[in-house]
């Protein structure tokens, strides 16, 4: 217990070790608008009992509950992966259960998730529905979502010996979870029922002891492997791609993570016909390309810092520059198109023409940003191969996606695809500013992507 209690001390000391105010402000608009998003479930709830129309207080409920859930695990891989957290490093004598339960606590020590509970303590507040149980259920889908997290963490950073007997133990009791939430789940509160209530917590209390196992059977890191293409015959780009570990494991698991949102819509297609894009339209991000851009290319020169150095130390022009910027993009956008086009051919051609027109303007968008981003705002690479934290800015990362977001304007109205010119013209405006800054700028960036490593 005083292992628990330290490490979560030196967890909050470290939220607020440095840039105190901002990180206090940001805290406090997080809990404005966790009580600003409780009184709107609370009010659309009371009108809906009211009224008797929309959906009802309980599927409201589930809502709230579900983008607890979605809301979580997107936080660990969108807009960029967040390593799991290892407080404790496996050259301490301590014992692999203590280990576990101390970081699983100490996970849960943050700003986010106090937000996340100022949010359910306040709607239980503001609404007569919400009642005791439905907010203890509620935790209880918090706590799923982070160790569900937390598994799928393990499969990205380490190596799984799938043939161990904890493994085995594992998908065992990971099994005997999804059959005690198949009839019921517990993101749906549909009755209050103590009994329920102890059977989703014995269904969670499984959950966690898969969770442990699969760590027991995955206790080794990925090895970094470097491998070097000897065919001349391929291009540099496609080298690029190749061999560079981290890059290519970003990039490709940022694909998989946005094949995995269109393979439900066109699942939701073959199914009922309908898009989950018609009812939840932020999930319309993930068409386009910024899922690469967020990943890696808002900040290109953190990861290809050698291809930098050299274009600078041979020509150092800016349209070697430039150039050299557009020879990683290539290879994985061409595969970022490929499963888009796939995914708009069988599953969405009546938005064809308008998913085109959007992830072409997006490209011609996203591109120059990404390399403003990576001049202004560079982030040198540390770590190993699964060491993914401030590998881009997040701040140019949102700045991208609330651009991306404008294209997404003449859903509303066709008129609205008067925007993308301006917003080609703004960016491309701000991008020949920054190129003629950039001799200044060139600085900074070799301070910061070779001098901070040593």
């Not at 939220?15 to 609370?42: C, E, H, N, P």
């Not at 959906?55 to 709230?64: N, S």
């Amino acid at each position: 217990m005083e292992l628990i209690l330290y490490a979560c001390r030196v967890r909050l000391v470290s939220q607020f070790r440095q840039k105190k105010t901002q990180r206090f402000l940001m805290l406090a608009f997080g809990i404005v608008l966790a009580y600003f998003y409780s009184w709107l479930f609370s009010f659309v709830m009371l009108e809906s009992h009211k009224t008797d129309a929309g959906p009802t207080p309980v599927l409201m409920l589930e809502y709230a509950n579900l983008f607890i859930l979605a809301l979580i695990i997107l936080k660990g891989f969108f807009p960029a992966y967040v390593p799991k957290i290892e407080i404790i490093q496996r050259i301490f004598p301590v014992r692999p259960v203590v280990k576990f339960r101390t970081e699983l606590v100490v996970e849960l020590v943050s700003p986010f998730y106090f937000i996340l509970l100022n949010f359910l303590f306040f709607l239980w507040l503001m609404s007569p529905e919400y009642t005791f149980i439905y907010f203890l259920q509620s935790i209880l889908v918090l706590l799923t979502a982070h160790v569900t997290l937390r598994s799928l963490q393990v499969f990205v950073e380490r190596k799984v010996h799938w043939t161990s007997r904890h493994f085995s133990t594992a998908a065992v009791m990971a099994a005997v979870f999804v059959a005690l939430q198949a009839q019921q789940p517990m993101f749906r509160p549909d009755t209050e029922d103590w009994l329920l209530l102890i059977a989703h917590l014995v269904a969670l209390g499984f959950f966690i002891a898969s969770n442990y196992f699969l760590e027991l059977a995955a206790a080794e890191p990925r090895k970094r492997t470097v491998t070097y293409s000897q065919d001349s015959r391929r291009s540099l780009g496609w080298r690029l791609f190749k061999n560079h570990k981290l890059a290519k494991q970003m990039l490709v698991f940022g694909l998989v993570f946005k094949g995995f949102f269109l393979a439900i819509d066109a699942f939701s297609v073959t199914q009922k016909g309908s898009h989950i894009f018609d009812y939840a339209v932020t999930l319309w991000l993930f068409v386009g390309p910024i899922v690469i851009y967020s990943y890696v290319f808002n900040n290109i020169w953190g990861f290809y810092r050698n291809l930098w150095l050299t274009v600078e130390r041979t020509s150092g022009s800016i349209k070697a520059f430039v150039k050299a910027s557009l020879l990683p993009l290539w290879m994985p956008l061409l595969l970022d198109v490929i499963l888009t086009l796939l995914y708009t051919a069988f599953f969405n051609h009546e938005h064809a023409a308008f998913i085109v027109s959007l992830y072409v303007s997006a490209v011609l968008i996203l591109t120059p940003f990404g390399i403003i981003a990576s001049i202004i705002s560079p982030k040198a690479v540390k770590g190993g191969v699964f060491s993914f934290d401030a590998k881009a800015s997040y701040l140019y990362n949102f700045i991208a996606i609330a651009l991306f977001g404008m294209l997404f304007l003449p859903l509303l109205h066709p008129v609205l695809y008067l925007m993308y010119p301006l917003l080609l013209a703004g960016t491309y405006f701000a991008f020949f500013a920054v190129m003629k800054e950039y001799p200044v700028y060139k600085y900074k960036l070799f301070e910061t992507l070779f001098k901070s490593n040593t």
